[in-house]
């Protein structure tokens, strides 16, 4: 007869049901679990902070359609997950939280770490699931539940607590009760005549515009999606997860005219996005007013939200597309080169490159974003994988650094999150090594985003991740002060009170922090030795590179026709 205890009824639980990486921290009551999941087989990336190892968790579910877990001690620890949590249940990730608890006969009267409300209670608002077994024998049915509603319906968090006389208490193995796992995905399939209403708008339109969003890139719908633009030339815009479900380099590809196709568009085919900030709330004046919209989700109280579409389907996208090609293609639908509206589009497509182009051929230092971006573009293999976070950093080098393959770009997402980069950064990183061995991931930062959870390059070095992260350096948030503004600043008396909130330290020598681990790092101020330092560290195989390049702290965007996020109407 085996004995075992609540750390290795879990840990085996957590496999049998699919879950084959843990990130985390130990610590009391959760130290033996650590140690009872690689027992199981389980991978464990031991990480610096809670909410990184959060990231990296959800950011392997967005990646594999698998949930992985998220480890952390009671209280604080649990509470430093929260970012996370909510940053996946926001993104539609799916993951598993696996909090310790203050051990029940302490529960009241001041347990160490004992949260009130109760850990369940606290986690969730950050949650589709959040239980507590009642006991040992019912941990399996738990942990199946916890997983099947991260990843059915629409993907999201489920939270687990043990506290930490659950998780020493024992039990003969044969007590255990056998748990199902649950078969693959429910299909769902849309309504025929929606797809028949579909199909008859989008012949009508003279202006359509087909939009990509990341729940077509987690519905792995990429196949069905590159055969509609293919097959139809409709043109496409894709928002920023969205990027690479169909090529950043296909001809199809309006995303350089944005501003114009999404105001003029008089039909909108919107796949796997939500009509929030990102796509403006499908709203005037950023939209036409009486734009048609044809929405698929995989849930239907997305549907209708923000404005009434035209056309609302609840599907899942691989099975909706797929209807909508083969109808299109038996009516030989294709939406012509001659029409005008791809003429207006392809006119505006080149001049907005035009202008680009020339912020990137100056090459005066200190350097500025496009300059950096373009070149980094220009060496960096086409199938890597690109985590980028940062404000001016993102949002220019998501137009910049193009995606040719889908689920390759991963960035501060729709909550906005800054920090995420070096969390999903690992996680990319372990995915390749498993997956997809011969791909590359970089992690393009801004200085401000790296500094959230910068001391994870120890946790990269450690598991030898040859992550390449690249910190454009302005020497703040937004934007910083030059040199000499910044010296006079620093010699006042109230250095409180005139630092600009903004201002960062002036040209930090990020790529030092290498050698801590005795390895090299890369500081760079000129285009060639940007070129150098990423063709060096592309073929570093055991670890992380940092390449610190520095720009100017007053480098800005290209003016925008519409004010970012300031513009309301409501
Ligand atoms: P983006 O960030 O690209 O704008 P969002 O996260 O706003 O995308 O929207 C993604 C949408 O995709 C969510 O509303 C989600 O419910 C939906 N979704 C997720 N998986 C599927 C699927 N398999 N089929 C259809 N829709 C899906
Ligand atoms: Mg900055």
Request: proline letters at 6%; a neutral charge.
């Given at each position: 007869m085996e004995e075992v205890d609540g750390n290795v009824v879990l840990a085996r639980a957590l496999k049998e049901q699919g879950v084959e990486f843990v990130f985390g921290i130990v610590g009391f009551p959760v130290i033996e679990l650590g140690m009872a999941l690689q027992t199981a087989g389980i991978h464990f990336i031991g990480?610096?902070?809670?909410?990184?190892?959060?990231?990296?968790?959800?950011?392997?579910?967005?990646?594999?359609?698998?949930?992985?877990?998220?480890?952390?001690?009671?209280?604080?620890?649990?509470?430093?997950?929260?970012?996370?949590?909510?940053?996946?249940?926001?993104?539609?990730?799916?993951?598993i939280?696996?909090?310790?608890?203050?051990?029940?006969?302490?529960?009241?009267?001041?347990?160490?770490?004992?949260?009130?409300?109760?850990?369940?209670?606290?986690?969730?608002?950050?949650?589709k699931y959040s239980a507590r077994p009642a006991s040992l024998k019912l941990i399996p049915m738990h942990v199946e539940k916890a997983v099947r509603l991260s990843k059915y319906g629409r993907p999201g968090v489920s939270y687990l607590d043990f506290p930490g006389n659950m998780l020493a208490a024992r039990i003969s193995s044969n007590e255990i009760p056998a748990q199902y796992t649950s078969p693959?995905?429910?299909?769902?399939?849309?309504?025929?005549?929606?797809?028949?209403?579909?199909?008859?708008?989008?012949?009508?339109?003279?202006?359509?515009?087909?939009?990509?969003?990341?729940?077509?890139?987690?519905?792995?719908?990429?196949?069905?999606?590159?055969?509609?633009?293919?097959?139809?030339?409709?043109?496409?815009?894709?928002?920023?997860?969205?990027?690479?479900?169909?090529?950043?380099?296909?001809?199809?590809?309006?995303?350089?005219?944005r501003s114009l196709a999404l105001q003029k568009a008089d039909v909108v085919l919107l796949l796997g996005a939500r009509l929030n900030w990102i796509l403006?709330?499908?709203?005037?004046?950023?939209?036409?007013?009486?734009?048609?919209?044809?929405?698929?989700?995989?849930?239907?109280?997305?549907?209708?939200?923000?404005?009434?579409?035209?056309?609302?389907?609840?599907?899942?996208?691989?099975?909706?597309?797929?209807?909508?090609?083969?109808?299109?293609?038996?009516?030989?639908?294709?939406?012509?080169?001659?029409?005008?509206?791809?003429?207006?589009?392809?006119?505006?497509?080149?001049?907005?490159?035009?202008?680009?182009?020339?912020?990137?051929?100056?090459?005066?230092?200190?350097?500025?974003?496009?300059?950096?971006?373009?070149?980094?573009?220009?060496?960096?293999?086409?199938?890597?994988?690109?985590?980028?976070?940062?404000?001016?950093?993102?949002?220019?080098?998501?137009?910049?650094?193009?995606n040719d393959l889908p689920r390759h770009r991963l960035d501060a997402g729709t909550f906005g999150t800054m920090g995420v980069g070096l969390g999903f950064a690992i996680a990319a990183a372990l995915y390749c090594r498993y997956y997809e061995p011969t791909k590359k991931v970089v992690c393009v930062e801004g200085d401000s985003a790296f500094g959230f959870s910068g001391m994870e390059i120890e946790t990269m070095v450690r598991y030898k991740l040859p992550i390449v992260i690249i910190i454009v350096n302005n020497s703040g948030i937004y934007s910083g002060v030059d040199k000499e503004l910044y010296e006079e600043i620093q010699s006042s008396g109230e250095i409180t009170k005139v630092t600009p909130p903004t201002t960062l330290n002036y040209s930090t020598k990020y790529e030092t922090m290498m050698h801590m681990f005795n390895r090299k790092g890369h500081f760079c101020q000129t285009v060639s030795e940007i070129q150098d330092a990423l063709k060096e560290s592309l073929n570093v195989t055991d670890g992380p590179s940092v390449i610190n390049i520095i720009i100017s702290p007053t480098a800005d965007r290209k003016p925008q026709t519409f004010a970012w996020l300031t513009e309301s109407k409501l």
């Open positions: 990480m610096r902070n809670e909410q990184a190892a959060c990231y990296a968790a959800q950011a392997i579910g967005y990646l594999t359609g698998n949930p992985a877990g998220c480890l952390v001690v009671s209280g604080p620890g649990l509470i430093h997950a929260f970012g996370g949590m909510a940053n996946a249940q926001v993104n539609c990730w799916p993951l939280v696996i909090g310790g608890s203050a051990p029940q006969d302490h529960e009241g009267i001041g347990g160490f770490q004992e949260t009130v409300p109760t850990q369940v209670e606290l986690a969730r608002p950050y949650c693959e995905l429910p299909l769902i399939l849309p309504n025929p005549q929606s797809i028949e209403d579909a199909i008859k708008l989008l012949m009508g339109a003279e202006r359509p515009l087909v939009i990509v969003g990341k729940g077509a890139a987690y519905a792995r719908a990429e196949n069905e999606v590159v055969d509609l633009i293919e097959s139809t030339n409709l043109p496409f815009l894709a928002t920023p997860m969205g990027k690479g479900v169909v090529s950043d380099n296909s001809s199809k590809n309006v995303g350089p005219a403006h709330f499908g709203r005037e004046p950023r939209y036409a007013p009486d734009v048609k919209v044809i929405q698929i989700d995989i849930i239907a109280e997305e549907l209708n939200n923000s404005i009434k579409s035209a056309v609302a389907i609840q599907s899942d996208l691989k099975a909706a597309v797929s209807q909508i090609v083969e109808k299109l293609k038996l009516k030989r639908f294709n939406f012509g080169n001659e029409k005008q509206w791809w003429k207006q589009l392809k006119m505006k497509c080149d001049g907005n490159r035009k202008g680009v182009q020339a912020s990137a051929m100056d090459t005066s230092t200190p350097l500025n974003y496009y300059t950096v971006f373009h070149h980094i573009q220009e060496i960096l293999p086409k199938n890597c994988i690109i985590v980028s976070e940062g404000a001016n950093t993102m949002d220019i080098g998501r137009t910049m650094l193009l």
